[in-house]
Structure formats: structure tokens, C-alpha cells
């Protein structure tokens, strides 16, 4: 029997009755058996055609529904499986960067330590966006280390703010700053009026990461209260400001000023407008892409900076 992964048997058994012969059959079909090695499903014993299932077909398939349904971040779609799965992918890497730092810091080797202090508050950074563009509670518990208190994580968040600081202030004094992956997210989750130092001094890889993740904010920055135009109108302001402030941000200008020219902002009419000839859609229909669209970005862009 071909060995099931735990989306599988979230999806298709969850819930259900079994007698004993089936159980075992389902358990040992399993690459990760239920109750073992941090899996979180559970069974207990019934008695078949006594006791009533835990939940009906219909809740069932509602359940099944809204896991593929899941949610998009980044431009991929996520199941709600994947999405939990991603959490605990980050969580570890948080995990394997704070037994990091406690060896540098042991070691004594400052500027490893220095490394990875800024890649940890990086996974946490990136930990607390995913987590909020999925809709999902974040667990910190489960990124504990034995001996990584508040005192490391504190020398950890200083230590990044002071290399920030001392980047910006290096970008006073060059035309243009390269930053590594690491830098890169950090500035990337910084507000536009937080880098206006790094003005036309960023790589197109730096200024596109930090556009993708101003705009995966946008759902989180509109007024739920309005009406639908109107929100579908704040989205569009906010995206073009993202985009202005990204351009902005460029170092070479000469292609800020070619993209200006072939990729203008548009006003929401004539974002409305573009939508109802390019898609076929109605206004109503096209206001609501807008908010559908909003946070998205294009991913043929994104590969060809290597962020794809």
C-alpha cells in the first residue's frame, strides 16, 4: 500500500469511524503514524453502530471545503494544512537559528554571532507576516529553545536594529548599498519614511522584495467599514503609493524612468476601466478584482529577480 502523508489523511479521514481491521490497515499505511512524532490527530475507541459519529457527512465536507479553499500569500496558494505546516517550517528554522546564536555566543565568534542574530530576527519577522496573511494565530511557545531567554532575544533585536542603523547611515556616504538576503528582509519590513536614506541606492531584487511585502499589507490597511468601491478604492491608492515609494527606492533611475513611461500608475477609473476591456468584466465585477488582487504582484517579475 502506497505510504499516505499526514495532508491526506487530514483531508479524506479525519473524522471518520473505523473498525479495528480498518484502523490498523489505515494507521500502517501511514509515513508518520497517528499520535507519533508531533502528529497531532488522536483516535479513541467506539463501539460500531453505537456511537454516533463525532461529525456529520455535511460537517465533513464543509471541513474538506474550506481546508482546499486555504489561503494565498505571496502569490501561492495554500491549503489550510499547508499553510499550519508552513507555520511549524518557520518555527523550526527559528528553532535552528536560536541554538545558532547560543553557540556563537558561547564560541565567542562576534561576527558570526552578528550573522546570525540578524537571520533570526528575520525567520521571526517572516514568521509573524505569514502568519497574519494566512489568518492564523502564531504559537511562539513552539519556537522555545532550552536555555534562549528574554535577554538573548533582546541582544538579538538590538543588535539588528544597530547594523540597520549603521546602514542607513552608510548610505549617506555611497551611491549605492548592497545588501544580503538577510538585510534585505529586514529592510523589506521597514516602512517607506523608516528608509528614506536608502533612496535610489537599492539593487531592483532589494526594491522588489520590500514592494512585495508593502503590498502584502494592503488587505490589512483598508477600511472594512466602508463600502466596497471605497475600499477598492483605498487599495488602489495604496498600491500606487507602494509603487511610487519602490521606484523611489531604485538605483537606477534610468529604469524608474522607462517604467514610469510603460507602467504609469493609473487613477481607480482608469484601473476600473483597464479591467473591464483586458478581463471582460462588469464595474461591479472589476471593483471587486481590485480588492481581490490587491496584495498580488507579477510573478514573472518576481523569477526573473530570483524571487519566484
Known amino acids: 500500500m502506497r505510504k499516505r502523508t499526514g495532508r491526506i489523511l487530514s483531508a479524506f479521514c479525519c473524522g471518520k469511524q473505523y473498525s479495528d481491521k480498518e484502523y490498523e490497515a489505515l494507521n500502517g499505511s501511514l509515513v508518520r503514524r497517528i499520535g507519533t512524532l508531533n502528529c497531532g490527530h488522536n483516535a479513541f475507541p467506539i463501539i460500531l453502530g453505537v456511537n454516533e459519529p463525532q461529525y456529520t457527512k455535511a460537517q465533513l465536507e464543509k471541513f474538506r471545503e474550506d481546508n482546499e479553499k486555504g489561503v494565498t500569500v505571496d502569490g501561492r496558494h495554500y491549503t489550510g494544512y499547508e499553510a499550519t505546516q508552513m507555520q511549524r517550517k518557520i518555527e523550526r528554522s527559528i528553532r535552528a537559528q536560536k541554538r545558532r546564536v547560543l553557540v556563537d555566543e558561547t564560541t565567542g565568534d562576534k561576527e558570526k554571532l552578528l550573522t546570525d542574530q540578524i537571520k533570526l530576527q528575520r525567520y521571526k519577522q517572516e514568521y509573524s507576516r505569514f502568519s497574519k496573511a494566512a489568518g492564523l494565530r502564531t504559537e511562539d511557545e513552539r519556537a522555545q529553545v532550552a536555555g534562549f531567554g528574554r535577554r538573548e532575544a533582546t541582544k538579538a533585536v538590538k543588535a539588528t536594529e544597530r547594523k540597520f542603523r549603521e546602514l542607513l547611515e552608510k548610505a549617506e556616504e555611497y551611491g549605492k548599498i548592497d545588501l544580503d538576503e538577510d538585510m534585505e528582509h529586514i529592510i523589506a519590513g521597514k516602512p517607506f519614511s523608516a528608509i528614506q536614506p536608502l533612496r535610489r541606492k537599492l539593487s531592483d531584487r532589494a526594491v522588489r522584495r520590500w514592494y512585495n511585502t508593502q503590498d502584502a499589507q494592503i488587505p490589512f490597511l483598508i477600511d472594512k467599514t466602508l463600502n466596497l468601491e471605497d475600499q477598492a ?17 531604485m538605483r537606477n533611475q534610468k529604469k524608474r524612468r522607462e517604467l514610469d513611461i510603460s507602467d504609469p500608475n493609473k487613477s481607480f477609473e482608469e484601473l476600473i476601466a483597464d479591467k473591464m476591456a483586458r478581463k471582460n468584466l462588469t464595474r461591479e465585477e472589476a471593483i471587486e478584482d481590485i480588492l481581490r488582487t490587491a496584495s498580488r504582484t507579477r510573478k514573472s517579475v518576481n523569477r526573473q529577480l530570483g524571487l519566484g
Open 233 to 249: 478604492r483605498q487599495a488602489c491608492a495604496l498600491r500606487n503609493q507602494n509603487r511610487t515609494n519602490a521606484r523611489e527606492l
